[in-house]
């Protein structure tokens, strides 16, 4: 399995050479669109992106949790989660079987 993880830096160049736009417009670009994403879950909306999936942010209530070490109770405050539903297209793109090399 891969360890490799995707930056910003590289989302950046990739907007570069695929869409045309200077470095730093492709940087203000994204920019934009992560803020917009941010801001849009921090206001408790759902971001739907068309066969890719889509982000919520989930509720949860406070319970109560155990320490494994001690097993002492603890109350567990309530928080929010954020939530990534893959698309079927995604989810088909991921599961897709390759031919093994000869």
Do not use: C, H, W
């Not at 567990?76 to 297209?89: A, C, D, G, T």
């Not at 995604?90 to 000869?102: D, G």
């Amino acid at each position: 399995m891969s360890n490799r993880t995707i930056t910003r830096a590289q989302l950046s160049e990739a907007v570069y050479q695929e869409v045309g736009l200077s470095r730093n417009e492709s940087a203000d670009l994204l920019e934009s669109v992560l803020s917009m994403v941010t801001e849009a879950l921090g206001k408790d909306e759902t971001v739907k992106i068309s066969s890719f999936g889509s982000f919520s942010v989930r509720k949860k209530g406070e319970r109560i949790g155990r320490n494994p070490k001690t097993g002492v109770e603890v109350p567990i405050l309530p928080r929010k989660v954020l939530v990534f539903r893959p698309s079927q297209v995604m989810k088909a793109r991921i599961n897709a079987k390759r031919t093994p090399k000869s």
